[in-house]
């Protein structure tokens, strides 16, 4: 870009835009702060307010959005410090619905849930807005998810395979791994062309530090947005995030491009919106929820979808994060999103404490989409490791009465402890889907049996970097054709005999 | 709080088609005008009718020395007992606000309030006058307020609305025009 622009140009521009600006006055509803508090302002006046409708307190500079349309008044939330509004102050209708900067420019960026950049690195200058709320694309601009979006994370991928336009929910009490989950989904997303969107909702700051320096440090800013509502931000805040980063999010969806959004977690979210509207004295229902929680997360989550090729193609794959509490599924907040994903990834805290990292528990956890995206490779080792852990659960069910067991049952309880062992995975170490594919074979087919159960993941490690350095030529053949034909298999087995003769045990 | 409007609404409402049954609109208006500044100027003295620990023949007794002092109407000296025994009399004010809406609407008057830069000329005051009464069909009731901060030309407040053609608001909409 070498063009030189005369500073007349310039000015003949600014002339050409000012000749032709017409608009000298505006017109625009304006009513009064009744009274004002915890974030909450009721106005008098604004009787053609639309609900999700801006407005604007001039003296403050500060904009609201409406939420309670009531027979005399509106209650309003603040996106700013209620200290500052004052009863009786002005306010005025924009006629504009809340609406976000979204594009490249805010890709490697942490932003608060309007926008604004919160990580000291100066103005974003975004081209385009788009309004925080939509209606979900319908059924006819929609087609079955049928690309994988890749986790990295074995037992994912194998068992619980996502695609790329699917919302699967991660649910799972405290600590047991949830973030960790999407923050390895993320890291993974390298190169393959997915814009990641992470919303942090109600979580101390110094944690969404953190993340960001996780993200940082995994090169996986490159495409990522933060957008950041830490839990002292007034809960108006909190609520919008996650219409805020699914505005943002769907700009590479319409633009034909694939996106993943991380909503962690809606639990706060839902929380955030019960004490709103609590505060706007709406009814409250089951746990003092308002009613239309329900209608909150359904309408978000129906955001996510894969485009038809007519309409791009593109796709917007949901991973929202739900905390329970002592594992219990059954409460208003996770029944609710149970039903409006595609399935769920549950997570166990006794897992957690038994090492079985990540604590994914695999007999309830499903996928009810993502079959049909899963790589034909990954489907010849993923249907023997599933049948080999079910089998092995029921049978350790059984081993636990201390019961004789014959000979068969030993051996298929012992290939069960070392599936079992494979599919611990430590965290910021996502595999491609070759290496996954190439790490399960060996344990589906038997090859890891006389193995000591201590020294699997040794095996798998060394079983890793051989490939890696040796048989680079097998990763790349599976990444091609996305399949093991017999030819390869035999080139597999050639080479696992190889390796095992020169493993020490 | 929440009733606040619907509470003043329904008791003005009353007191509204009481006094035009019975030709006392006039009389009521300003009653109640003298009230709202008393109460304006002693603010206790609302507060002090809405003690509840206060006998309500003590109360009563002080109505009707407001009635003598002032010389109220029976209508409103009868309409402060009822807002007393009710319960109601803190709402007053707000009372006497919407009472004053629906007294305008009856005379075809609306509130116009004007922001200016400056003060307003007369002619400048009959030009507004004229052109807005036509333009809102009714006559109007004009409060005046200067604000340098405008820059020039004028804003106008009515019936919930702002129509802003002040010099400021041009030169913040050609900024999002240029910065477009
Ligand atoms: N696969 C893993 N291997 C080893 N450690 C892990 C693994 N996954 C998570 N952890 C560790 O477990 C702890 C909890 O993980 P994480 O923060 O992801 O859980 P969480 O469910 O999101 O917790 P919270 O409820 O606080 O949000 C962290 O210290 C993390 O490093
Ligand atoms: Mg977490």
Redesign the interface.
Known sequence: MNVRISPEEISSV?RS??ES?S?????????QV??VGDGIA?I????DAMAGELVFFPKQNMYGMVLNLE???VGVCLFGDDSEVKEGDEV?CTGRIAEVPVGDALIGRVVNPLGIPVDGKGEIKADRFRPIERIAPGVIERQPVKEPLQTGIKAIDAMIPIGRGQRELIIGDRQTGKTAIALDTIINQKGKGVVCVYVAIGQKNSTIANIVKTLERFGAMEYTIVVAAGASEPAPLLYIAPYAGCAMAEEFLETGRHALIIYDDLTKHAQAYREMSLLL?RPPGREAYPGDIFYAHSRLLERACKYSDAKGGGSLTALPIIETQAGDVTTYIPTNVISITDGQIYLETNLFYQGVRPAINVGLSVSRVGGNAQVKAMKQVAGRLRLDLAQYREMEAFAQFGTELDKATIAQLERGRRLVELLKQPQYQPLSMPEEVMVLYVGVNGYLDDIPLDRVKRFEEEWLSTLRSEYPHILEEIEKAKEISPELEEKIKKAIEKFKERFQV | MDDKFLIAEKYAQALFSYAKDNNLIEEVMSDLLLLKEASGLVPDFLRWMSVPIIPLERKVEFVEEIKRAFGLSDAVEYFLRILMEKKRIRFLPDIVERFRILYNTFHHRVDVRVVSARALSESERQLFLHIWGAYLKRWINLVEEVDEDILGGIKVYFRGYLYDASLKKRLELLKEELVR
């Open positions: 600014i835009r000012l600006f608009k000298s006055y505006e017109l625009a509803q304006v009513g009744l009274e009721r008098y006046g604004l009787e027979e005399e008044s005025r004295r």
